[in-house]
């Protein structure tokens, strides 16, 4: 084999061309993007300090149900949804820690134990002349080393490219689990404002269940006509009905739950328990906070930053590559004389290579690079545009519903002034029994809106805090980063 005693320029030259290797693309920076100066607010919402409503990870506790945050645990634990996102992540490590191991060079080993006999007719190789066939032995140990100089930044832009979609499937994670744990909130209260409607209705029919005993003596008596007793019949009736259609939604949201927590949706059931408390107070800062505070801006964020890398990586391909490569080894007809000095044989050299031309093909890799990272511009300004609108849409929501329920409460407690007096007045003679059935509907069907309203206050508090981001911030982002370590580098 050929040998190159020019090594030690040649090394030097490399180390000089190593250190004067630059990176070709764009600079990353962020780009931006329409924040407003403040939210559209009114009393008794205010702007304050951005992280103080909402707990970092478990926010669901400012809710103070100690169910709701069993299932929470349960779902962070056993959700598949979660999963798929957990191994995605892994898997965005792993392609990161791929392009990592390309700083460093290729090593081989390649040994080699061959017998071969050559044809005593075989054509003449020197002036030796031939005489007869030759049977012989030949052992090889080789060892080849490659590296490809990072000329232009191709690799470092790889590197960059891949640790941005790195942090991009971690903050994909915490939007899944911000997704599912606010789903299952969301659903949880649901399913106990349907508990606290199915909590009227039975106490209305038992309120009804004596009205209609009341009715029924009264007409056996020959003081109140049937038609009394019909229409309280029908009432009845009708408010069963009710609460056994609410059993069958019940069982859905509950069968919903089952599947965000990993278990069968037939062996899991809830305790009926109604709607207790006011939703907790919270704050929803500044807007320009919120494009550190929710995952899914910076996942936007960070695939931009992996586009714009994708453009350097594209305008390298206009320059040259550098390879760098060695081989040795021993290699000897006896293999007991093949770790030796004079079986030794090495060579080492470089190859420099350059496309002249490529029909193109290097200009339209630039431009679809430079069209991705565009249209993740676009990308990330729709995330941030839409955040926005869903902060102020449940903050003006709290507000209306706030009074709403102050107003539907009123209505409660009138409606139920109504019945007493409409029942007073009928048993003393004054009004016939339609009056005493038309209060006790005006009732039943205020309470359930009460109900509904109250319902409706908390799941637009879990979705407030699923798009405030759940306490989480994008500074944690700076932790996910792969780095080479030894005992990675030398692993098999």
Known sequence: MKRLRQF????????????????????????????????????????????????????????????????????????????????????????????????FPNIAVAPQAERERLSGNRPPSSSVPITSAVTQNSYTLPFTAGYEVDLFGRRRRSIEAAQASYQASAADLENVRLVITAELAGDYFTLRQLDTELGILNRTVQTLQRGLQLVDSRHKGGVASGLDVAEEETLLNTTQTQAILLLQQRKQFEDAIAVLIGKPAPDFHLPPNELKGEPPPLDAGLPSDLLERRPDVAEAERQMQAANAQIGIAQAAYYPSLDLFGTGGWQSADIAKLINVQSTFWAVGANVAETIFSGGT?????QFAKAGYDASVASYRNTVLTAFQEVQDDVTGLTVLQQASQAQQKAVNSARRTLDISTDRYTGGLVNYLDVVTAQQNLLTNEQELAVIQGQRLVTSVLLVKALGGGWDASSLSAVHVKSKLKDVVAP
């Open 362 to 366: 290097r200009r339209a890799q630039v």
């Open 8 to 103: 030690p320029a040649l090394f030097g030259l490399a180390v000089c061309v190593l250190a004067s290797g630059c990176t070709v693309g764009p600079a990353y920076q962020r780009p931006t993007a329409p924040v407003p100066a403040k939210w559209d607010v009114t009393e008794p919402w205010r702007e304050s300090a951005p992280k103080d409503g909402v707990a970092k990870g478990e926010w669901w506790s400012v809710f103070h149900d100690d169910e709701l945050s069993a299932l929470e645990k349960q779902a962070l634990d056993a959700n598949q949804t979660i999963k798929v996102s957990v191994a995605q992540l892994e898997q965005a490590r792993a392609s990161a820690a791929v392009q990592i191991a390309t700083q």
